[in-house]
């Protein structure tokens, strides 16, 4: 899905669907290409279905769809999209990396849905370019391809490179696509059509604000809440984090309790192990590093306050 193209039409897309992919993400990007086609009359778009063996691939929903072709077929293809979910890297090989490169040279737009963009940047894809991703894969992506430029936009799409945060956003960048070939007016009816209440631009939040998120309008919790998801690798004592927000200790005690039902220190130390949890299922890093990175100073005590929060070892979380 390029920023700029000018045909021959139907504009050929393919998908990559690896093992565990995104069902929801590649449907949100595939519909609004169908309806496209249904409205205008015209055969706009086509797309192709490629599996590592050219065998069904079976989604992270359990649902299994069958594939046109296997990875590495000869195509003319406009763009080609990764469609992956958990654990991406692990579907990486020299055979994917090759293809890759051989549809880079051959001018194939690349890009990812969801957690796309961890195979790219493996593949050395990505160099000069700004991805986005889902936001639970944002902080392992930056962890793990800290040089690479990253957003947390609903989509990014260049002449060469796009992504997407997967869900809802891959029909959002859809819909961009549909409005920059064939007018807004379209991707209005196909907008419609889905029951899509508006055409969101690239610049709209991922994530719910985070006063929905917490269930409350009490601008000092939000700051407070907000000042603890900055501070994950390096955490602040409760006093520095007291402190900065304007309140005393046990005025944030009370806070806490009455409002979340929890305390800042069970909070912040939930932050932490999240953040553990998701770079343990999505990245390579070692046991020791992703503790480090979510503020433990030693494997030791990353084990037992991760088990003491999952009920099951760092080690375990992987499989």
Request: net charge positive; hydrophobic share 45%.
């Amino acid at each position: 899905m390029r920023l700029q193209y000018s045909g021959p039409w139907p504009e050929n897309i393919g998908f990559l669907l690896l093992p565990r992919f995104s069902m929801m993400a590649f449907f949100s990007a595939v519909e609004p290409l169908r309806i496209a086609n249904r409205i205008s009359g015209k055969a706009l778009f086509t797309w192709t279905l490629f599996s590592p063996d050219g065998e069904p691939v079976t989604a992270s929903n359990g649902m299994t769809l069958m594939a046109d072709k296997p990875m590495g077929s000869t195509l003319a293809l406009s763009s080609l999209a990764i469609c992956s979910g958990f654990e991406p890297e692990m579907h990486l090989n020299r055979s994917l990396i090759a293809w890759l490169h051989r549809l880079d040279q051959a001018d194939c737009a690349l890009g990812g849905l969801d957690t796309g963009c961890f195979l790219l940047a493996a593949a050395e894809l990505l160099k000069g370019e700004r991805v986005t991703l889902h936001w639970e894969s944002l902080p392992a992506f930056r962890e793990r391809f800290p040089t690479l430029e990253t957003s947390d936009e609903l989509f990014e799409l260049g002449e060469r490179r796009f992504s997407c945060a997967g869900g809802a956003a891959a029909m959002d960048m859809a819909l961009e696509v549909i409005a920059r070939r064939h007018g807004a007016k379209l991707a209005v009816d196909v907008s419609e059509q889905l029951i899509h209440e508006r055409l969101r631009s690239r610049s709209d939040q991922q994530r719910m604000t985070l006063a929905r998120r917490l269930g409350t309008h009490n601008h000092r919790l939000v700051e407070v809440v907000r000042l603890m998801e900055r501070h994950l690798e390096a955490p602040l004592s409760l006093a520095e984090v007291a402190k900065r927000s304007g309140v005393s200790s046990r005025q944030l005690q009370r806070l806490f309790e009455h409002e979340l039902g929890s305390s800042p220190r069970h909070w912040y130390l939930q932050l932490r192990l999240m953040r553990a949890k998701r770079l343990l299922m999505e990245t390579d890093m070692d046991v020791l590093a992703v503790g480090i990175a979510c503020g433990f100073t030693s494997s030791s005590s990353f084990a037992r306050a991760f088990r003491a929060h999952f009920g099951y070892s760092p080690r375990e979380a992987r499989g």
